[in-house]
């Protein structure tokens, strides 16, 4: 989403007449900074938050923020998410990937890691069945950040996961 058309919604009063609704990659943390005030009330959906409550989030929103002194984007938390995948497979199978690709990829799809997003597995055809929250935009301190208002869809799972080859 570009940074002058949120302003310039907001700017033309449309945020009051037709509610601005985004995906998440288009109200992260840069956005928010980007565009500033005019944020604020702007609702959207996603998968991660920086507050949502478990320990995963916790330490990794700790050590992203020590290393790198800002908070981290909703790619961050992906990554990072990726990499504790990754590990737990790598664990599970002593990291005998290529002695043993069969059971890497078994260990990749268990999931045995616990995630910044909440519950999280992978479906018959390996999309995640993890939580969707519904985000609003507020200033807290100073700063625009997006709250956690509700859960959307708890352990969604696609909906076409039945009709994949893969089952």
């Given amino acids: ?42 609702s959207s959906s996603s998968h991660w938050n920086h507050d949502l409550d478990n320990d995963a989030n916790r330490a990794f929103l700790a050590g992203f923020e020590a290393e790198y002194g ?3 984007t909703v790619y961050a938390s992906q990554g990072y998410d990726t990499a504790k995948l990754i590990a737990s497979a790598l664990m599970k199978t002593g990291g005998k990937v290529t002695e ?40 807290r301190d100073g700063e625009f950040v997006n709250e956690t208002t509700g859960v959307i869809a708890e352990n969604h799972a696609d ?9």
């Fill in 159 to 167: 909906a076409y996961a039945t009709e994949c080859a893969l089952n």
């Fill in 70 to 72: 800002r908070s981290p």
């Fill in 1 to 42: 989403m570009g940074i002058n058309f949120a302003k310039q919604y907001d700017q033309a009063g449309m945020n009051e007449e037709v509610p601005m609704v985004l995906a998440a990659p288009s109200s992260d943390i840069n956005i928010l900074r980007a565009v500033g005030e005019s944020m604020v009330g702007v």
């Fill in 100 to 139: 043993d690709m069969d059971g890497f990829r078994a260990a990749l799809k268990a999931a045995d890691f616990d995630s910044v997003r909440g519950a999280f597995a992978f479906n018959t055809n390996n999309h995640p069945i993890q939580n969707w929250y519904a985000r609003v935009v507020v200033e």
